[in-house]
């Protein structure tokens, strides 16, 4: 069962910086796909970024240019960079797993198994 714990929200003003981790533990195989995707209140739950089994990333247009998804060299922490923060990235942030994503697929949360709990992202102009 993968297990997944985010940390690293938090509330920070327009224009700042803030790291977000997620730990992942118990997959088996190492080509396992990582995303973020980040939930508004009232809104639907949507992709940001995705580190996928092969290496490759990919962003959501809202995030391309000031978000970035890596991945440490033992492959069982995800980070998202995210720089110049603006007021609509408010959001609870979640990281998602799974061990195959359809091509084209990245950003649909119904492909994904293992969700963590969240972490709160609080941006203020």
């Known amino acids: 069962q993968v297990q997944l714990v985010e940390s690293g929200g938090g509330s920070v003003q327009a224009g700042g910086s803030l790291r977000l981790s997620c730990a992942a533990s118990g997959y088996t195989y190492s080509r396992i796909s990582m995303a973020w995707f980040r939930q508004a209140s009232g809104k639907e739950r949507e992709g940001v970024a995705v580190?996928?089994?092969?290496?490759?990333?990919y962003y959501a247009d809202s995030a391309k240019g000031r978000f970035t998804v890596s991945q440490d060299n033992g492959k069982n922490t995800v980070y998202l960079q995210m720089n110049n923060l603006k007021p609509e990235d408010t959001a609870l942030y979640y990281c998602?797993?799974?061990?195959?994503?359809?091509?084209?697929?990245?950003?649909?949360?119904?492909?994904?198994?293992?969700w963590g709990q969240g972490t709160q992202v609080t941006v203020s102009s």
């Open positions: 580190y996928t089994g092969a290496g490759n990333s």
């Open positions: 998602a797993a799974v061990y195959l994503v359809p091509v084209g697929r990245w950003f649909s949360p119904d492909e994904y198994l293992y």
